[in-house]
């Protein structure tokens, strides 16, 4: 005999169904289910089932207990399934746990669902971890852009909405192909100023750690927040270089939705509340910060509650800094007057950012990193990032059988881990990191990758007053310890983890993908294309699945992973490590893709405030240099793209005439 008990995620209601003594409704407003327990007997004529639902608060707790008589069956097993639903911006429930006890006293527990819709357009596509960032992509091809504009524009944007994930104050990488088939890649990476030292800071010993990168930790946190921790920012260098050179709108058009958002405002929701509030004590530390992000009684800024409206995040002095930029180019950061009144901030709070360190910077455009991948060529951000590590995990796997084995099995989870294993070989172990990525494709398949970040949640924390700017940790990427391969040294590089990534198939465009996640990201995305080429999923499933991750100190493993197939692991000799990933972590990143087959594009993000937006084109129109004959988009002469339209509709109608035909002939 089998149960299942269903959780509806409203506040109002907690459904019961296919209980043996009927429905249980009516749960109170102020009450959120939090668990259901099923207690099986296996009495020789009949069993007893009692049936425990919990509702509790921060004010009271009720317990509704429910009894049925059942015959028995010939196994005696009772189950429970819980199921969970999710809204719009994601999973929203409390964490469920089911004990399900029986003559086996076997145990079934809840696990989240990792699932959103899949996207589907002709004309182009743009992914972003915030809707308002991937409309406003959208909306830069619609005025005539290309997917590089898309991506700049709502990279820019990301930094207004989400600015503890990105910003004019972080760090970028770009891959992108062309429509005549040229890959480049442009990295905008941070540095450390020339006046660090290597033991310029102090460590609290007794083996303490802390960070993301869990380095010896050190006092104050001085090297992971707060204006020691600054660097030298490269996301507006990287991203104003490919729009000047691959680009077609103007700058101050590309820049314009930035700058509008953090000027009017906009509404925030559950997500983007709890982030500001999970950093409020880095926020208040120093700078402008807490005045910017929070309430003038220190309080956090709330989402919408009940049927109460949300707060509004304003940043007017954001909204200036960026105008200035669309203005007058990169150069005021890097030359002008909002790098001077950065510099003078962070030192005049005790950091040793200098106008030299800014005027000396540059963002790098060169050739990607490329391997091949089961004939396909892939294309990553090559030298200090991420790129490396991802395509050594996939030139391994490539030369692996992973299809002799069923996907998800032990066995093709046991070859990942290896290969990760052995491409993590040279890198350090870390936690997660607060990235965004997005992806970008138009019309004429010109596709763009990129990844951005600002290191940890906020970066430093540390907002200059008056510039709305949020700055780079830069040193937390560094090894505080002196005389390491990674120690600090002045004006150097930092090894950070975005691997934004292309793959073409036969010279086509064939899929974009990349991730936020810290070290995760280089796992994430070479999974993801392994669930695609190899086993042909399509993007909704290739970043749903279950992953896992290994750096040499223990395999990951995705709670969703059955039991089984974590002790045939266990067997293989992997130091298993279950880790279950929730609305706010990031234990196997979060990866979004494109996928390009033919004319057809199709996106697929992780849940969270991920949004996917697709152009809405209609028909599709060839270049605006002549308008007379071509009735479908005016052209001088029908373009191949009408052309194919046409043909279509008229294979569509000569079948639809033969399909009457054959009913009139059958009648």
Same mark, same amino acid.
């Given at each position: ?17 296919? /209980? ?13 289910p ?51 639903r ?35 357009a ?33 990279a ?8 503890f ?92 939705p930035a ?8 509404e ?7 982030s ?19 309430r ?12 109460e ?27 002008g ?5 950065i /510099?003078?901030?962070v ?70 881990g ?16 607060h ?35 949020v ?5 937390t ?44 990201i ?9 669930? /695609?080429?190899?086993?042909g ?11 896992v ?42 990866p ?18 991920t ?9 599709p ?39 009457r ?7």
């Open positions: 005999m089998t149960y299942s008990c269903g959780f509806s995620l409203s506040r109002s209601e907690m459904n019961a169904t296919s /209980v043996p003594s009927g429905e249980i409704r009516g749960a109170p407003d102020f009450f959120l939090t668990s259901v327990s099923l207690f099986g007997g296996c009495a020789p004529a009949a069993s007893a089932i009692q049936i425990e639902l919990t509702y509790s608060s921060a004010a009271a707790s009720i317990s509704l207990t429910v009894y049925a008589m059942v015959a028995p069956s010939a196994e005696h097993a009772t189950s429970a399934t819980l199921r969970k999710r809204r719009s911006s994601g999973l929203t429930a409390a964490r469920s746990l089911a004990r399900v006890t029986s003559a086996r006293m076997s145990t079934v527990r809840s696990e989240w669902l990792h699932s959103k819709t899949e996207p589907v002709r004309n182009g596509m743009v992914t972003a971890e915030h809707h308002l960032a991937a409309e406003a992509g959208i909306e830069a091809m619609r005025d005539g852009g290309n997917a590089v504009d898309a991506a700049v524009t709502a820019f944007v990301m930094g207004v909405v989400e600015p994930t990105s910003g004019i104050g972080g760090i970028a990488g770009l891959v992108i192909r062309l429509p005549d088939g040229r890959v480049t890649s442009i990295e905008g990476g941070t540095r450390a100023p020339k006046a660090v030292r290597p033991d310029m800071f102090e460590l609290v010993g007794g083996g303490a750690r802390a960070g993301m990168y869990a380095w010896p930790a050190v006092k104050d946190n001085a090297n992971i927040e707060g204006p020691l921790s600054v660097g030298v920012p490269g996301q507006p260098a990287a991203l104003l270089c490919a729009h000047e050179r691959y680009g077609r709108l103007p700058r101050e058009r590309v820049m314009a700058v509008r958002i953090a000027r009017e405002g906009f925030i929701d559950w997500y983007v509340s709890l500001f509030a999970m950093y409020h004590e880095r926020l208040s530390k120093a700078g402008d910060g807490k005045r910017v992000f929070f003038p009684s220190g309080a956090p800024l709330r989402p919408p509650i009940g049927t409206p949300s707060d509004r995040v304003v940043q007017t002095d954001l909204a200036a800094s960026l105008e200035a930029i669309a203005k007058d180019g990169p150069r005021v950061l890097y030359e007057e909002l790098g001077r009144a /510099v003078d901030a030192r005049a709070s005790g950091g040793i950012l200098a106008e030299e360190d800014l005027r000396g910077y540059s963002a790098h455009e060169g050739a990607p990193l490329e391997t091949m991948y089961r004939g396909h060529r892939v294309a990553t951000l090559p030298g200090l990032s991420g790129g490396p590590t991802m395509a050594q995990t996939l030139v391994i796997l490539d030369a692996l059988p992973l299809t002799s084995s069923e996907q998800g099995s032990a066995e093709h989870l046991h070859l990942v290896e290969a990760l294993r052995s491409a993590f070989t040279q890198r350090f172990s870390s936690l997660a990191d990235t965004t990525h997005l992806n970008a494709i138009d019309r004429d398949r010109l596709m763009v990758s990129l990844t951005q970040t600002l290191g940890q949640g906020f970066g430093s924390g540390f907002v200059p007053k008056g510039t709305g700017v700055l780079l940790d830069t040193m990427w560094f090894d505080p310890v002196p005389g390491h391969t990674n120690s600090i040294a002045p004006g150097k590089r930092v090894l950070w983890a975005g691997a934004p990534t292309l793959l073409t198939r036969n010279g086509a465009p064939f899929l974009a993908v990349g991730a936020p996640g810290g070290r995760k280089m796992s994430a995305v070479a999974q993801t294309i392994v669930n /695609v080429v190899d086993f999923d399509g993007p909704q499933d290739a970043v749903n699945r279950p992953r991750h290994d750096e040499g100190e223990g395999l990951l493993v995705d709670s969703r992973i059955s039991e089984r197939v974590r002790q045939e692991l266990a067997d293989l000799g992997h130091t298993v490590q279950l880790k279950e990933e929730t609305l706010m972590s990031a234990w196997f990143a979060r979004q893709a494109i996928l390009v087959e033919g004319r057809r594009c199709a996106a697929r993000s992780l849940p969270r405030a949004r996917t937006r697709r152009s809405r084109a209609s028909p129109r060839c270049s605006p240099t002549s308008r007379s004959r071509c009735a479908t988009c005016r052209a001088s002469a029908m373009c191949a793209t009408c052309s194919r339209s046409r043909a279509r509709s008229a294979r569509r109608s000569r079948t639809s005439t033969r399909t035909c054959a009913s009139r002939r059958k009648s």
